[in-house]
Antibody
Framework: QVHLKESVPGLVKPSETLSLTCTVSGGSVSSGSYYWSWLRQAPGKGLEWIGHIRDSGSTNYRPSLKSRVTISIDTSKNQFSLNLTSMTTADTAVFYC??????????????WGKGTTVTVSS | QSVLTQPPSVSGTPGQRVTISCSGRNSNIGSNTVNWYQQLPGTAPKLLIYSNNQRPSGVPDRFSGSKSGTSASLAISGLQSEDEADYYC???????????FGGGTKATVL
């Protein structure tokens, strides 16, 4: 059974960079079949996909966040990470990591972490 | 404004059948399969339906999905109190090159 767990970032100040790590257990981030994803959900709002990475290091990012986002992967630690620069109060959200499966005409997240709350405040 | 359009809410009495619609475009629903996620209050989303109509192991068969053209729908038959949750449709958009969600539908059991 694969489990994903997000790190706890603490308080983030406006203009700072958010750094989150997702630790994968019960499976390997090196499996070529999966896309390791980050998503978020602002308070009272819907889900928003941020981006994903494969074990090869190839990435896709949400266009509106592309200039601020970097997703990386550390196969030796079985982790993948999110960096989001220039944080503002609008970035306050619960951040989730998830495992994605991609194929011809399909893409979905089948395993999710429990989420970590990120509050941006001075 | 979400790329995919869902009704904000649906409701029904226990045992009733309810459906949730999801409307998109050729670049998203028209080009790829649709997934549905269930989010119980205070918890992480859970995959409910993938590839239009496939249920992951453990999902009751009273949940079903379908797709036609640029629209999709989720049906819940025999509504139960534990089905009170937010439901999101999602798919890959080939124009945006991004995974897109509907705004979510809150299902209430009366």
């Amino acid at each position: 059974q694969v489990h994903l767990k997000e790190s706890v970032p603490g308080l983030v100040k406006p203009s700072e960079t958010l750094s989150l790590t997702c630790t994968v257990s019960g499976g390997s981030v090196s499996s070529g079949s999966y896309y390791w994803s980050w998503l978020r959900q602002a308070p009272g709002k819907g889900l928003e996909w941020i981006g994903h990475i494969r074990d090869s290091g190839s990435t896709n990012y949400r266009p509106s966040l592309k200039s601020r986002v970097t997703i990386s992967i550390d196969t030796s630690k079985n982790q993948f990470s999110l960096n989001l620069t220039s944080m503002t109060t609008a970035d306050t959200a619960v951040f989730y990591c998830a495992r994605g499966l991609w194929g011809a005409y399909y893409y979905y997240m089948d395993v999710w972490g429990k989420g970590t709350t990120v509050t941006v405040s001075s | 404004q979400s790329v995919l359009t869902q009704p904000p809410s649906v409701s029904g009495t226990p045992g009733q059948r309810v459906t949730i619609s999801c409307s998109g475009r050729n670049s998203n629903i028209g080009s790829n399969t649709v997934n549905w996620y269930q989010q119980l209050p205070g918890t992480a989303p859970k995959l409910l339906i993938y590839s239009n109509n496939q249920r992951p192991s453990g999902v009751p068969d009273r949940f079903s999905g379908s797709k036609s053209g640029t629209s999709a729908s989720l049906a819940i038959s025999g509504l139960q109190s534990e089905d009170e949750a937010d439901y999101y449709c999602a798919t890959w958009d080939v124009s945006l090159n991004a995974y897109v969600f509907g705004g979510g539908t809150k299902a209430t059991v009366l």
